[in-house]
């Protein structure tokens, strides 16, 4: 039921006059807006003599009154809320239908809902007050504590849950009421609408980390979000939103609140200890309570001797707002409110002002995607690699194979590659270890497509089927399946599916192969110069193409776009997604092995696959793909031997998810993560007594690395000290220290930034 409100698109007052008009027992005065899903009027009751009281009717659209899933959402929030009569609570006071039109009736509020405050004060450059901040966001939490204590009418707690705290939810009038709204994806503690875990409820930059990640929730959540308003009221800076749906969920999942607080010195520690515990990341750690999130704020404002009152809020609301409240003075049933015939409305009720837009209320996240690689068009994909010989020098491109009716014995070889319509998780043919085939078995059937029927038998030995030839294809793509299952075609023999004459000629279409003129550099792969590898490749970002890495049968292909690293395709077993999920407990073996099921005989993606057995939420898969992208970067600093080539120009396939974290952090935490401290020290031990310097032509900057403090502390003695002994000499003697030196020096050799130097 968010959705309706937060849709709703609030018309020009000049556009929403019409005559007032029955509704039932209400009559309708004037529309204050419309979304996809509902209208919303402002009304008046009138009863016995002159009695009439002014409310507002949300009223279900037409269309949606016959849908019974509509009805009850919307029928759980008159149920949830009714209960509710609190002066921060905007009450309910009927569910009913009018000719099978259903709707609600509900206070209303004369003023704007924090948003439109927020984004209205962001555009005349004004700042709302610390303790006019405070004031309001403990309004809401004596909402939050009412409506998590209250009780039914027989006594039971409803322990109601309100799932979407968020600015446009918090209606504030013009004689500074605060007011909490839509309870509509609300959870009561004994109501049926209970939702189901990993389905995310509420607005995208509000939401807590447990709800982001699936998990069950508690009154704790609302907190988390309460806690981004507060900074987002001081700063009039968006807290956690991103330029792309998964940077905002990343960066609600890390919930990194001194990251954002440290831009802000001007914010008042006391304050910000406060925003601090509401955001803490694990909610053990955060509030336990409304009661106590409120104790603290007026802790605060009663150490300071801040006195601030309902009357701070409403003279703050005249100086944002003075036109609209001017308007309020009219009274009702005067032509001019209702007809407008002098042009001035009387009523600005939840949402009469504008929403917050991008250039009103800026984003706090400035590490997200370039708006520049956003809105590029979908390129269109391009064929994958083997490496060349090494004595051959370049290779020419390796032809696609022919049709399926072309003579057996001339058809090409498969490459190693990946698909161009592959799953989001990025897969590459499978490093499977299946129990090899009889030799009878492994011979090549002609089959042909339009008859042809494949059973599919796994690893553990279970069989699915049959499967038409087009689900077999689509389940390559995926990589839900690879050329090493065992099948059988036409209930013949079990073979290997790469050896199936049918299924080869099809395999060029999902693996082609690239010009071998396009690739820029190649080189055996060496673990202690991969940095140097990457680094070359990420510098200044603006090489894009295709760097592949190969050892053995494992192979992975990383795509660049302007040096930043988008998409990383990868052969081993471990790395796969389903095996990835499994692997860190994050997915049920028996949940993959039905998602496995369903695609064999539907064909489609393993992911919307995982989403629709329930094994995982939509947004849960995505925040997981990132960190499977980012193991797999990572992996590749633990490669000792094989080759390396990058192919320029390659771009990224069509139909796969890309990601875009910062290369040179990944670099920075691959060096300090995945190589051994033994190993680093064994490489520096040759440089021990050299002297450094800072490159002049570095390509590379220290800033770029995004270093830790400790780290940083070592950079910052390099030039008063240049070999790697003297820093030690700087430095506090024991722990680990030498080998933070050594890793720094190591990091900044690599990537440039230091050069060493023989003699004096």
């Known amino acids: 039921m968010a959705d309706v409100q937060d849709s709703a698109v609030v018309q020009n007052p000049e556009q929403a006059r019409m005559r007032p008009r029955q509704f039932g027992k209400y009559t309708l005065l004037e529309k204050i807006g419309t979304g996809g899903m509902a209208e919303i009027f402002k009304a008046v009751s009138r009863g016995a003599g002159d009695f009439q009281k002014v409310l507002v009717i949300k009223r279900i659209l037409v269309r949606y009154s016959r849908d019974p899933a509509f009805v009850k959402m919307f029928k759980d929030e008159a149920l949830i809320t009714a209960p509710l009569q609190h002066a921060n609570i905007v009450s309910i006071y009927e569910f009913d239908q009018v000719d099978g039109q259903y709707y609600l009736a509900m206070d209303l509020v004369n003023g704007v809902d924090l948003q439109a405050v927020m984004a209205r004060a962001n555009k005349i450059g004004a700042t709302i007050p610390p303790g006019v901040a405070l004031f309001i966001i403990g309004e809401v939490c004596k909402a939050l504590w009412y409506a998590y204590n209250a009780r039914d009418a027989y006594g039971k707690p409803l322990k109601i849950i309100h799932r979407d705290v968020s600015p446009s939810n918090i209606l504030i009038s013009f004689d500074g009421e605060v007011k909490v709204t839509d309870f509509g994806v609300a959870k009561a503690a004994n109501s049926k609408n209970e939702g189901q875990t990993g389905v995310l409820k509420g607005k995208l930059g509000y939401m807590s980390p447990e709800t982001v990640l699936g998990r069950e929730i508690d009154n704790r959540s609302d907190l988390f979000s309460l806690g981004i308003i507060l900074f987002e009221i001081l700063t009039l800076k968006r807290m956690f939103l991103g330029k792309t749906d998964l940077q905002t969920l990343i960066n609600i999942r890390d919930a990194d609140a001194d990251k954002r607080l440290s831009k802000h010195p001007e914010i008042d520690d006391g304050v910000a200890s406060i925003i601090r515990k509401s955001l803490a990341r694990e909610p053990d750690d955060r509030y336990p309570g409304a009661q106590e999130f409120l104790d603290d704020i007026q802790d605060y404002l009663f150490g300071r001797r801040l006195r601030v009152s309902q009357l701070d809020v409403a003279n703050l609301m005249k100086e944002l707002f003075a036109e609209k409240v001017e308007r309020e003075l009219l009274p009702l049933g005067s032509e001019e409110s209702t007809t407008g015939v002098s042009g001035r409305v009387s009523t600005t009720a939840i949402r009469n002002a504008p929403s917050i837009s991008e250039d009103e209320y800026a984003d ?62 990025g ?32 690893a553990a030995g279970n069989i699915f089927g049959p499967v038409s030839f087009e689900n077999v294809l689509s389940l390559l793509r995926s990589r839900a399946l690879t050329e090493d299952e065992l099948v059988s075609v036409d209930n013949g023999d079990w073979q290997r599916l790469g050896d199936v004459s049918i299924v080869q000629s099809h395999l060029g279409q999902i693996r082609p192969v690239i010009d071998r003129n396009s690739m820029l550099f190649d080189a055996q792969i060496d673990r202690r110069f991969n940095v140097r590898m990457l680094t070359r490749v990420c510098r ?23 040096g930043r690293p988008k998409v990383v395709f990868s052969n081993l077993k471990s790395e796969l997604l389903g095996e990835y999920l499994v692997r860190r407990q994050l997915v049920a073996r028996e949940k993959l092995a039905d998602a496995l099921k369903d695609m064999a005989s539907g064909g489609g993606r393993l992911g919307d696959s995982l989403i629709n057995h329930g094994a995982v939420g939509s947004h849960e898969l995505a925040l997981f793909l990132a960190d499977q992208f980012k193991d797999r970067f990572l992996d590749i600093f633990t490669w ?55 490159a002049s032509d570095a390509k590379v900057t220290v800033e770029e690395l995004k270093l830790i403090p400790r780290e940083l502390r070592v950079v910052n003695l390099i030039g008063a000290r240049d070999t790697i002994r003297a820093l030690l000499d700087g430095l506090p003697q024991g722990g680990d220290w030498p080998f933070v030196v050594n890793r720094v020096v190591y990091l900044l050799l690599e990537t440039g930034i230091v050069r060493f130097r023989t003699g004096r």
């Open 540 to 562: 200044r970002q603006v090489l894009s193409g295709l760097l592949v890495f190969k050892k053995g049968v494992h192979q992975k292909e990383i795509y660049f776009v302007k």
């Open 640 to 694: 000792e031997e094989g080759w390396c080539g990058f192919f320029e120009g390659v771009k990224v396939p069509q139909g796969v998810v890309q990601h875009d974290m910062d290369p040179m952090e990944l670099i920075s935490q691959g060096v300090r993560t995945m190589i051994p401290p033994q190993m680093i020290n064994a490489w520096m031990s040759e440089y021990a007594q050299q002297r450094m310097v800072f």
């Open 364 to 425: 706090e996240d400035d590490d997200s995607r370039d708006d520049e690689d956003r809105d590029q068009p979908e390129p269109e994909p391009e064929p994958v690699v083997e490496p060349p010989s090494r004595a051959g020098g370049r290779r020419k491109a390796v032809a696609v194979p022919p049709p399926e009716d072309a003579p057996e014995h001339e058809q090409s070889q498969p490459t190693i590659g990946m698909s161009a319509g592959s799953d989001e998780s």
């Open 427 to 458: 897969d590459l043919p499978i490093d499977d270890k299946s129990p090899e085939p009889s030799r009878e078995s492994t011979r090549n059937t002609k089959v042909k497509p339009e008859v042809a029927t494949f059973r599919i038998r796994d």
